[in-house]
Every structure is written in structure tokens, then in C-alpha cells.
């Protein structure tokens, strides 16, 4: 849909809402709307429309509930899945505006925040009042608490936090029908019915648009530790973050990179290769307390019969270096093209075997494909990049989710469906499953205006 498919009263009504300034029609003004953050999925839109606060979204879904407009709603524009890009010309709800950050209650441990303030920004006002907000991101500067709602975003902290549903009290959203719920009284023992913040928390979008939420904070420990530890192989590594995650409490990321994906970044970013023989696999784990963590890390490490070398960082500047290795993969791997990411997770005990036989799987059926593996290996969750092959050849995406079924994997540990992966949902949901979602979608968007190509094929 172009803007010259839209009736002038439309827009008009439109710019009344929020202002004409916040109605953006323009080519060039539009174009970072269009395009997701790996540049593979394209959309067009007729509009960007920028509501400063829930009362102008809930007239916005009014509005197009009785034009029959599609909407999507936007965020950060960090989703993976294209699921917050107008793929089939839908009008834009970017929700970046209302993005205030209320006060820490500290006697709650929690916070008052508007959907479109970045994670960074959650972070750092918790941090303030010596608080920690648990969901941490590589995206961190750019997504949003409501995409993060909308994703049920994981992370890096999900092995000893949960992700983000785990955070989430409750929220404010702009159901399909244009009735505004909001539940933000922070009562965290509340057993009155459903549970609507759960419900919206990966709904990706399709059930409502979040404009605010209460969320819970943790203790900040200011003591941290960073390691990366070889291994040999697959089974070793996952073996081993099994055994550390029963020793230390305090384990807070484990994360698995391969040799090649670390050379890549060092190649990509200038960085000298972390030890001076190269391993095949590599975890870094990071460990929070409120005391000097360091002796509990090195008797657990050392404990570890199979790991092979090992660099511990303390300093903030080290232990920054590190993290590099891990989490500029993303940045390297664009250097390659576009490559096709997909987010899985598979029951630990297959993991190993997943990740030795995943590369072979692609070639079977993209022989030019290379296939990149890094992830957050103690919650089960891999990332599968396929570099080398054409945006729209999705044989490598089809062979690797159709081998994650077949292991009792889901195909999506993270970033969702979205539009990207809506055929390869019946690998991990059964049709009444499906079916019961659609009631879902149609009880609370009954006229399917909400995000209607994402998610439900
Ligand atoms: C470098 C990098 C690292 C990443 N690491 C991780 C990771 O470790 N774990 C992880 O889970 N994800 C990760 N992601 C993916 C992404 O950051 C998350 O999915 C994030 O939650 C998206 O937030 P956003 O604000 O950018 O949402 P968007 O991309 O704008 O939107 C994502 C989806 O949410 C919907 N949406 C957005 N805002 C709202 C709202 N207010 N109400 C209703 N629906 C809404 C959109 O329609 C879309 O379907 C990473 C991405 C990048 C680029």
C-alpha cells in the first residue's frame, strides 16, 4: 500500500492524532522504517506514525480499525525474523516516543517504564538506584522494552534470570479493538484470572501494542569475572557448563563460539586471537556476586578435567575484550553478505550433536552455504547463520529447522516468527495449538488489523 492508496481523510485524521510532524510520509524519511537491521527483508509503507503516548495509540487503532488498515507496530528495528517491517505495506506504529523511564521503587524492586525506552536506557536507571534490570541484549542500545515484551526476548542473563516474561509484573497495551488494558500496580501475588502481560509477551505484535510496563529488578553485583575456556569439542563444552552451572551460583552467561567465528571477528575487528594456539570451541562465562567472585571461579574451572586453556578476565577493559569475541560475531557475519539467521534451541542432551552435524545438514542441500554457529549454549540456544547463499534460497533455513524438529528442538529460542519463519511453524506447535492461538488473535484483534502477517501462517 502507498500513501496514494489511502483515502486524504485518512491522513488527515492521522495527523490530527499526533501532529503532522509525527506523520511521516516521505521516501527518504521512511526508508530506515523499511528495512530490518540485517537488510534482508524490505518493506514499504505508506506512513511512519509516531504516537507520544497510549491515548494517541489507542485513536491510531481506532482509526484503522474502521479503515481497515494493517498496522506494525515497531520498536528498536533490532527483530531478526522481519516481523517489525512492513512486509505487505502495513502503516508503521513506531512506539520509539514514549519512551519515559519512571522512578526505581526500591522497597518493590521494580519500574515504571514506557514501551519505547531502549533496554540500555531500563538498565542504566536501575543501575542508578544500585538495582540491575536482568534481560541484557547485544541490541541493547537500540531495542525496546516493547519489542523485548513482544519477543519474550532471552539473552545473555536467561540462565539465572529468565527471560523477559520472567521480569515482566505487568503492562499497559492497545488491544486490536482499540480498548486500552492497563495493569501496572506492581502486585506481584495476583491471581485473578488470566495473565495478560504473559499472553502479550511474545505475541510478537499481533494481540496488542504495548505502550508501557512494571518491571521487576534484581540485586546488582558490582563483583564480576570473565572467562574464556577451550575445548576440544562440542560435547566437552556443553559438558562442562553443565558442571559449572551446578558449582557456581553466581554463573551468570555461558556463551559458545567456534575457532572460525572468533577468527572472523578477529579478522573483522583487528583483535589478536584470544590464545596463542587456536581450539575449536570456546565458552565465555561471565559470574556476578556481591563479593570478589574470582577464587569460586578458578576452583570451578579447575575442576573442569577436559578444558584445554583458559583466559580470566577482572578488569572492566579485559573483560570487555573478551565479550568481543562472542558478541561482535553479529557485526562480522554482516561483512559477509546477508546471511540467514535462525535462533534455535535443542534439548542439552542433543545440543553436541546438533552442532557437529548442522554444517554437513546445510551442504546437503546448499553446497556454496556456510553455516556459523554461536550462542547461549546454557539454555539450550543456538544461533544458525547461513552466509553464501541468495537471500530468497531458503533450502539451508528448511534442512536445519526440519533437523531442530527432528531432535525435539524448537525453532525459535528468541527471536520469534515473525514473518520470516511463519511456514516452519507447524515443526514446533501442533495445529491445535495453532488453532487456539488463532482464537486468541480473533478474540483481541477480531478484525486482523495488528501485525497480520506475522506469526500465524
Ligand atoms: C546485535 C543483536 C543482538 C541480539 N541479541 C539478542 C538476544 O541475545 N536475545 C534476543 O532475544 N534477541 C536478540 N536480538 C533480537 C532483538 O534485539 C530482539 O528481538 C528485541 O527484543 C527486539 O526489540 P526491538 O525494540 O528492536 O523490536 P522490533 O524489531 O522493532 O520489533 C520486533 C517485534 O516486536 C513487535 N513490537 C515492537 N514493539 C512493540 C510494541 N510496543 N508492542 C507490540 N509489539 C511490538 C514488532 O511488531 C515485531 O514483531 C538481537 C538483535 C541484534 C541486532
Not at 529488578?217 to 562442562?240: G, N, P, Q, S
Request: some cysteine.
Amino acid at each position: 500500500m502507498s500513501i496514494e492508496d489511502l483515502p486524504s481523510t485518512f491522513v488527515a485524521a492521522l495527523i490530527d492524532i499526533v501532529g503532522a510532524s509525527d506523520v511521516v510520509t516521505a521516501a527518504d524519511q521512511r526508508a530506515s522504517y523499511e528495512v530490518d537491521w540485517t537488510g534482508r527483508f524490505r518493506g514499504v509503507t505508506p506512513a511512519v506514525v509516531r504516537p507520544a503516548d497510549t491515548a494517541e495509540v489507542a485513536a491510531i487503532v481506532a482509526l484503522c480499525r474502521r479503515e481497515g488498515v494493517a498496522i506494525v507496530a515497531q520498536g528498536g528495528n533490532t527483530g531478526l525474523v522481519a516481523g517489525g517491517v512492513p512486509m505487505a505495506g502495513e502503516l508503521i506504529v513506531s512506539l520509539r516516543r514514549i519512551d519515559a523511564v519512571g522512578d526505581v521503587d526500591l522497597s518493590a524492586r521494580q519500574i515504571t517504564v514506557g514501551a519505547g525506552a531502549t533496554l540500555a536506557a531500563v538498565r542504566t536507571a536501575a543501575a542508578a538506584a544500585g538495582l540491575a534490570y536482568a534481560v541484557d541484549l547485544g541490541a541493547r542500545d537500540t531495542a525496546t522494552i516493547g519489542g523485548t515484551i513482544a519477543t519474550n526476548a532471552g539473552g545473555l542473563n536467561l540462565i539465572r534470570y529468565g527471560g523477559t516474561r520472567e521480569q515482566l509484573v505487568g503492562v499497559e497495551a492497545v488491544l486490536g479493538t482499540g480498548e486500552t488494558i492497563s495493569h501496572l500496580g506492581g502486585l506481584i501475588k495476583d491471581n485473578t484470572g488470566y495473565h495478560l502481560p504473559s499472553l502479550l509477551c511474545g505475541s510478537e505484535g499481533t494481540l496488542g501494542i504495548v505502550t508501557a510496563a512494571r518491571l521487576r529488578l534484581v540485586t546488582r553485583h558490582d563483583h564480576r569475572v570473565t572467562a574464556l575456556l577451550a575445548f576440544a569439542d562440542a560435547h566437552a563444552a556443553v559438558e562442562a557448563v553443565s558442571d559449572l552451572r551446578s558449582r557456581l551460583d553466581s554463573l551468570e552467561s555461558a556463551e559458545l563460539v567456534l575457532d572460525a567465528g572468533v577468527c572472523l571477528v578477529c579478522e573483522a575487528f583487528d583483535l589478536r586471537s584470544p590464545f596463542a594456539d587456536p581450539h575449536p570451541v570456546y565458552v565465555l562465562i561471565d559470574v556476578a556476586d556481591s563479593h570478589d567472585p574470582t577464587d569460586d571461579v578458578a576452583s570451578a574451572v579447575g575442576a573442569l578435567t577436559t578444558m584445554r586453556d583458559a583466559a580470566v578476565a577482572t578488569d572492566d577493559a579485559q573483560r570487555a575484550l573478551l565479550w568481543r569475541y562472542r558478541e561482535d560475531h553479529t557485526l562480522a557475519l554482516n561483512t559477509l553478505g546477508k546471511p540467514h539467521k535462525l535462533d534455535v534451541t535443542l534439548p542439552l542432551d542433543r545440543l553436541a550433536e546438533f552442532i557437529d552435524t548442522v554444517p554437513t545438514v546445510v551442504r546437503g542441500v546448499a553446497p556454496h552455504g556456510q553455516t556459523w554457529l554461536f550462542g547461549h549454549v546454557g539454555d539450550g540456544n543456538i544461533h544458525v547463520n547461513i552466509s553464501g547463499v541468495d537471500p530468497d534460497d531458503e533450502a539451508g533455513d528448511d534442512a536445519v529447522l526440519g533437523y531442530v524438529a527432528s531432535l525435539g528442538g524448537s525453532i525459535s529460542a528468541e527471536h520469534g516468527i515473525g514473518t520470516a519463519k511463519k511456514r516452519w511453524l507447524h515443526l514446533s506447535r501442533s495445529t491445535e495449538e495453532i488453532d487456539a492461538m488463532r482464537a486468541i488473535k480473533r478474540a483481541l484483534d477480531p478484525d486482523d488489523i495488528l501485525n497480520p502477517n506475522v506469526l500465524l501462517p
